[in-house]
């Protein structure tokens, strides 16, 4: 099963850029292989994450949602002394999620995938 995963900063503070935003990246993709999840398309923009990930069709969107939030905030925090301290400060309870199917596969990628173009 796909699904389109959009969550931000609290305030959608401008908080993911550069190495930051490398090093989530990374830590996304090492949680998708962990479960056996896999990312097919990613794009760490300055205020928000989106994802398309295909899961297991016993795998819960939230708790999909909850294995990249709770794991990226703390490791981020511990990294980036300057971001904010608490986990729900990063990445607040709110978060997009849409399983892939009324909207195609390709028409999520290609949106992700061409985040840089609408902020620019």
Request: charged content about 20%.
């Amino acid at each position: 099963m796909g699904l389109h995963l959009v969550w931000c900063p609290k305030y959608r503070r401008r908080i993911l850029g550069g190495r930051v935003a490398a090093r989530c990246g990374e830590l996304l993709e090492q949680i998708a292989g962990e479960h056996g999840w896999q990312i097919v398309a990613k794009e760490v923009v300055a205020d928000h994450v989106h994802l398309l990930v295909r899961v297991g069709p016993m795998d819960a969107p939230a708790a999909v949602v909850r294995a990249f939030k709770g794991r990226t905030a703390p490791v981020l925090r511990q990294e980036f002394a300057y971001l904010p301290n608490r986990a729900e400060v990063l990445w607040p309870p709110p978060y997009f999620a849409a399983s892939v199917g009324y909207v195609s596969e390709s028409t999520v990628r290609r949106d992700i995938e061409h985040q840089w173009d609408a902020v620019a």
